[in-house]
């Protein structure tokens, strides 16, 4: 079956250093995307990961393991507009289209 | 100003009473899709539509329909809502569905309750 598993809730400082993991299984992997979403506006496109290594934006990072089915978000230097969630989203292709499974997000608190 | 647009952002409605949450963007996206976003569950893809005229059932498509008939507009249909529809509804688009690092833009959201 498809499933993305992300820790639920987190806590950093502002100033240090956050990474978020994401695990999933899926037969028809096609690139795996990070979104932000404050709470109660619309997700953002933050990060966008289909071979293995790791993209960097920034302040933000992301790394890709295919082999692991495994992922990680890397925020630097945290300010507290950084507190919102973290979504992690794979798209598949198993049957063919181009469908997108979302994990249930982490929520980023950052502490001044 | 690019966007996707979605009306209404909030409806409170009653069982049984058909309704249509509409869906536009003005990027000649390929690509649309349509969430609801529950607590504890996420973001889940009710449909999708690769271009226009063709649409796909994503994992939770009971009790909605869709159509594509313009490349822009991409409406969600629910026949005949019932309280477990309750829920934050997104829309979204892409340049295309290839793989390519095209994100998903997604409109402000559309808040339902079904009573």
């Known amino acids: 079956g498809q499933n993305i598993d992300q820790p639920t809730e987190m806590t950093a400082t502002e100033g240090a250093i956050v990474q978020i993991n994401c695990t999933y299984q899926t037969s028809g992997f096609n690139g795996l995307f990070w979104y932000q979403q404050h709470a109660g506006e619309a997700p953002t496109f933050l990060s966008y990961?289909?071979?293995?290594g790791l993209e960097e934006k920034g302040r933000f990072s992301s790394f890709l393991s295919r082999s692991k089915g495994y992922s990680y978000l890397l925020l630097k230097e945290l300010q507290m507009k950084d507190s919102a969630s973290y979504l992690c989203a794979v798209r598949d292709s198993t049957s063919g289209t181009y469908k997108y499974i979302f994990g249930t997000g982490t929520r980023l608190k950052v502490l001044a | 100003e690019a966007q996707v647009t979605q009306n209404p952002r909030y409806l409170i409605t009653v069982t049984g009473k058909k309704l249509t949450v509409t869906c536009s963007q003005n990027?000649?996206?390929?690509?649309m899709s349509w969430y609801r976003q529950d607590p504890g569950l996420g973001l889940r893809q009710i449909y999708y539509?690769?271009?226009?005229?063709?649409?796909d059932k994503g994992d939770v498509p009971e009790g909605y329909k869709v159509s594509r008939k313009e490349k822009r507009n991409f409406p969600l249909i629910l026949e005949s809502p019932s309280p477990n529809q309750t829920s934050l509804y997104f829309c979204a688009s892409s340049l295309a569905a290839e793989p390519y690092s095209y994100e998903q833009y997604f409109g402000p959201g559309t808040r339902l309750t079904v009573t």
């Open positions: 990961n289909v071979l293995d």
């Open positions: 990027m000649n996206h390929e690509y």
């Open positions: 539509s690769m271009n226009v005229e063709v649409t």
